[in-house]
């Protein structure tokens, strides 16, 4: 399961730094979703890995992480995930004023040799 | 738990529930939100003065205030923490937005929706990041801050704006991203964010982990320093604070320093010289990125030609001034820096609100702004009169002109800014410059006979702080002679009172450091004492204890 998560993480954290440096706006946005995706998949897994443990505690199972899994990080998820999706809402409207300011949707606001 | 204790959380309360009441006013009622706003700000500044007058009063160099917000102890709940640094700060933050405030209210505030109420959240953002003592909820301090600050780079509107603006949020939400996995790899080797505990733990981390803790803790160090505005981090911070409008560059002032804040306390509590082998963890890298910083930007400023170029290139002169102090990890350097902190944040935020006024009484030879940074400046041509002209008009004998109140006004502060920032005596910018460079010569104190040659970094920080201060000094002289001393005539700008005080109060307030030096110094060798000997922070947090559950409530949450 670790591989496929590490694979998975570091194909999105790929795609999002590539499209990040492309020069449309929306390539941009897409770029930032994605390595927020790589990123909260990557709090999460720093809390390490399990199938089928509950963060909760139960009554009569002794209260160590062998028995349950880490819940601050998942706390911490949820956190970032919110943050995230205001923040790309709000680029959002920047992009969009961005494109009726400029005519165009260059991460410069012209394009080359403009 | 005293009453004092229940004043810690009071500057983020304060301005959180003030954002909610202008929420809920709505687009109208203007002036009556102006007018909360204000009194808001003025209770802030009020609170911290207190908070500051408390933390120096109850004891020695180390007195915490700890506040546990969720009422759990510390390694588990949030905890916020005033010590002398978070003091400082909060008192600076609130001068420079009290400030900030007035001015806006002359003009700024009317020219886009919700200025009052976002400035109210960055205030709580900005507050909030002073005091917590968690990683995870400074995070949240810090895109509270950093949310609020994205609208109100925008405010005003207009191409230059919005273009920055896209710019400085795609890097701040870069930052963010990596401010998370910095903070999740600490995590996943300590098993703990706050940062008292942290501390605690980083020693006794095994040495095979140390290589990811490492790694985690320079991540980290990336977002903070892409916010303090180390060079090669620092692109997106000239065009967005020179675009943003007056009263928000002034307000941004401070921006910069929450990343070094950040740094400071984070390096001096995670890597103090207690911590093992991790001691020192990245010195190297703040002295010389810092002195890189400087480098660059003490260039560029002579190249700038718009004042609110060079106010933004300043502050990047005193990041890295400021950077590279602290990477020596020497008490009496980062007392010194911290003095030079105070004293360069007032002028600069001066600066941003004087160079409205000034461009906007100049608008003849004005340069757009996306020009500026593709030209050089040209050569004062206009300043030597044809050969043969009569100076004096109409053949009259010159009486002398009246100046008006206005340009007299704008023409002193200008040069008080000037001198601020350049470094120069007779005011505080000159003390803050002349502690640290002998701090640097003289690393045990003046009065201990010196046993070691001088480092070679050392002497190159003293030869950047001197020589930054003579290109600032050419590059302010030229555009004073270029605003003020040109002989054509020009009318005299109108000035609101709203304008002028906030300026006044700023320089006024540099002007009293430098009479007051010696008190504020004291404070700031206290500072870096405990900043560098986190024992004391350590055991306030862990002592902390919370508050017991009242007897009846306790018995109603029974069944």
């Given at each position: 399961?670790?591989?496929?998560?590490?694979?998975?993480?570091?194909?999105?954290?790929?795609?999002?730094?590539?499209?990040?440096?492309?020069?449309?706006?929306?390539?941009?946005?897409?770029?930032?979703?994605?390595?927020?995706?790589?990123?909260?998949?990557?709090?999460?897994?720093?809390?390490?890995?399990?199938?089928?443990?509950?963060?909760?505690?139960?009554?009569?199972?002794?209260?160590?992480?062998?028995?349950?899994?880490?819940?601050?990080?998942?706390?911490?998820?949820?956190?970032?995930?919110?943050?995230?999706?205001?923040?790309?809402?709000?680029?959002?409207?920047?992009?969009?004023?961005?494109?009726?300011?400029?005519?165009?949707?260059?991460?410069?606001?012209?394009?080359?040799?403009? | 738990?005293?009453?004092?204790?229940?004043?810690?959380?009071?500057p983020?309360?304060?301005?959180?529930?003030?954002?909610?009441?202008?929420?809920?006013?709505?687009?109208?009622?203007?002036?009556?939100?102006?007018?909360?706003?204000?009194?808001?700000?003025?209770?802030?500044?009020?609170?911290?003065?207190?908070?500051?007058?408390?933390?120096?009063?109850?004891?020695?160099?180390?007195?915490?205030?700890?506040?546990?917000?969720?009422?759990?102890?510390?390694?588990?709940?949030?905890?916020?923490?005033v010590?002398?640094l978070s003091a400082?700060m909060l008192?600076?933050t609130?001068?420079?937005?009290?400030?900030?405030?007035?001015?806006?209210?002359?003009?700024?505030?009317?020219?886009?929706?919700?200025?009052?109420?976002?400035?109210?959240?960055?205030?709580?953002?900005l507050y909030g990041a002073f005091l917590t003592?968690?990683?995870?909820?400074?995070?949240?301090f810090?895109?509270?801050?950093?949310?609020?600050?994205?609208?109100?780079?925008?405010?005003?509107?207009?191409?230059?704006?919005?273009?920055?603006?896209?710019?400085?949020?795609?890097?701040?939400?870069?930052?963010?991203?990596?401010?998370?996995?910095?903070?999740?790899?600490?995590?996943?080797?300590?098993?703990?964010?706050?940062?008292?505990?942290?501390?605690?733990?980083?020693?006794?981390?095994?040495?095979?982990?140390?290589?990811?803790?490492?790694?985690?803790?320079?991540?980290?160090?990336?977002?903070?320093?892409?916010?303090?505005?180390?060079?090669?981090?620092?692109?997106?911070?000239?065009?967005?604070?020179?675009?943003?409008?007056?009263?928000?560059?002034?307000?941004?002032?401070?921006?910069?320093?929450v990343?070094?804040y950040?740094?400071?306390?984070?390096?001096?509590?995670?890597?103090?010289?207690?911590?093992?082998?991790?001691?020192?963890?990245?010195?190297?890298?703040?002295?010389?990125?810092?002195?890189?910083?400087?480098?660059?930007?003490?260039?560029?400023?002579?190249?700038?030609?718009?004042?609110?170029?060079?106010?933004?290139?300043?502050?990047?002169?005193?990041?890295?001034?400021?950077?590279?102090?602290?990477?020596?990890?020497?008490?009496?350097?980062?007392?010194?820096?911290?003095?030079?902190?105070?004293?360069?944040?007032?002028?600069?935020?001066?600066?941003?609100?004087?160079?409205?006024?000034?461009?906007?009484?100049?608008?003849?030879?004005?340069?757009?702004?996306?020009?500026?940074?593709?030209?050089?400046?040209?050569?004062?041509?206009?300043?030597?009169?044809?050969?043969?002209?009569?100076?004096?008009?109409?053949?009259?004998?010159?009486?002398?002109?009246?100046?008006?109140?206005?340009?007299?006004?704008?023409?002193?502060?200008?040069?008080?800014?000037?001198?601020?920032?350049?470094?120069?005596?007779?005011?505080?910018?000159?003390?803050?410059?002349?502690?640290?460079?002998?701090?640097?010569?003289?690393?045990?104190?003046?009065?201990?006979?010196?046993?070691?040659?001088?480092?070679?970094?050392?002497?190159?920080?003293?030869?950047?702080?001197?020589?930054?201060?003579?290109?600032?000094?050419?590059?302010?002289?030229?555009?004073?002679?270029?605003?003020?001393?040109?002989?054509?005539?020009?009318?005299?700008?109108?000035?609101?009172?709203?304008?002028?005080?906030?300026?006044?109060?700023?320089?006024?307030?540099?002007?009293?450091?430098?009479?007051?030096?010696?008190?504020?110094?004291?404070?700031?060798?206290?500072?870096?004492?405990?900043?560098?000997?986190?024992?004391?922070?350590?055991?306030?947090?862990?002592?902390?204890?919370?508050?017991?559950?009242?007897?009846?409530?306790?018995?109603?949450?029974?069944?």
């Amino acid at each position: 399961m670790e591989e496929v998560i590490a694979i998975a993480i570091g194909v999105l954290a790929a795609s999002g730094v590539w499209l990040i440096l492309r020069p449309r706006t929306f390539q941009v946005v897409m770029g930032l979703c994605l390595l927020s995706y790589g990123v909260n998949l990557f709090i999460f897994s720093m809390g390490s890995l399990f199938i089928g443990k509950e963060p909760i505690i139960k009554d009569g199972v002794p209260q160590d992480l062998l028995n349950y899994t880490d819940p601050l990080p998942q706390a911490l998820v949820l956190t970032a995930i919110v943050i995230s999706f205001a923040m790309t809402a709000l680029f959002l409207v920047v992009l969009l004023a961005s494109r009726g300011l400029t005519g165009n949707d260059h991460v410069d606001g012209r394009e080359l040799g403009e | 738990m005293s009453l004092m204790n229940q004043l810690i959380v009071a500057p983020i309360l304060l301005p959180v529930l003030t954002a909610a009441l202008m929420l809920w006013l709505g687009e109208k009622h203007r002036p009556l939100k102006a007018r909360i706003n204000l009194f808001s700000t003025g209770l802030g500044l009020a609170i911290a003065i207190t908070l500051m007058m408390w933390v120096q009063k109850t004891g020695t160099t180390g007195s915490i205030g700890v506040y546990l917000p969720g009422n759990w102890e510390a390694p588990f709940g949030i905890v916020l923490v005033v010590d002398h640094l978070s003091a400082l700060m909060l008192v600076l933050t609130g001068i420079v937005a009290f400030c900030a405030l007035l001015f806006a209210l002359a003009r700024w505030d009317r020219a886009g929706a919700s200025f009052h109420a976002l400035f109210q959240i960055q205030l709580m953002g900005l507050y909030g990041a002073f005091l917590t003592a968690d990683l995870f909820n400074l995070f949240v301090f810090f895109e509270v801050l950093l949310a609020a600050s994205y609208g109100l780079m925008l405010h005003g509107s207009g191409r230059a704006r919005v273009s920055a603006g896209l710019h400085y949020i795609t890097i701040n939400l870069l930052a963010s991203s990596l401010f998370l996995i910095g903070a999740a790899l600490i995590y996943g080797v300590t098993g703990t964010l706050n940062l008292a505990d942290l501390a605690v733990k980083i020693p006794q981390v095994p040495d095979g982990d140390l290589g990811l803790l490492h790694a985690g803790a320079a991540i980290l160090a990336v977002a903070f320093l892409a916010k303090a505005g180390m060079w090669p981090l620092n692109f997106w911070l000239v065009p967005a604070y020179s675009a943003a409008s007056a009263p928000v560059a002034a307000l941004f002032a401070i921006m910069t320093k929450v990343g070094f804040y950040t740094l400071l306390r984070l390096w001096t509590l995670l890597f103090s010289g207690q911590a093992g082998a991790s001691a020192f963890f990245g010195g190297d890298w703040l002295i010389w990125g810092g002195m890189a910083t400087v480098t660059v930007a003490a260039i560029s400023v002579v190249a700038a030609q718009r004042l609110e170029r060079m106010a933004s290139l300043s502050i990047l002169v005193s990041a890295g001034i400021l950077l590279s102090a602290v990477g020596f990890a020497q008490p009496s350097l980062t007392a010194g820096a911290l003095f030079y902190l105070v004293s360069s944040t007032l002028a600069l935020s001066a600066l941003f609100l004087l160079a409205e006024l000034i461009e906007r009484s100049r608008s003849a030879n004005d340069i757009a702004l996306d020009e500026d940074a593709d030209q050089l400046p040209k050569a004062l041509e206009s300043l030597h009169p044809v050969p043969g002209t009569n100076l004096d008009d109409e053949q009259k004998a010159v009486v002398g002109h009246v100046i008006p109140w206005t340009m007299a006004f704008l023409g002193l502060s200008f040069i008080a800014c000037a001198l601020l920032i350049i470094g120069m005596p007779p005011l505080s910018g000159f003390l803050g410059k002349l502690t640290l460079i002998s701090a640097l010569l003289n690393p045990l104190g003046l009065d201990v006979a010196k046993d070691e040659a001088i480092r070679a970094d050392s002497w190159t920080l003293v030869a950047l702080l001197i020589i930054s201060g003579l290109t600032s000094l050419f590059a302010f002289v030229r555009v004073g002679i270029k605003r003020f001393w040109t002989p054509q005539e020009h009318a005299a700008p109108m000035l609101r009172l709203n304008e002028c005080l906030p300026i006044a109060l700023l320089v006024g307030c540099a002007i009293v450091l430098t009479f007051k030096a010696q008190a504020l110094l004291h404070y700031t060798q206290d500072t870096a004492q405990a900043l560098h000997d986190p024992q004391q922070y350590v055991l306030s947090v862990m002592a902390a204890r919370p508050i017991p559950v009242p007897a009846s409530a306790a018995a109603q949450v029974q069944p």
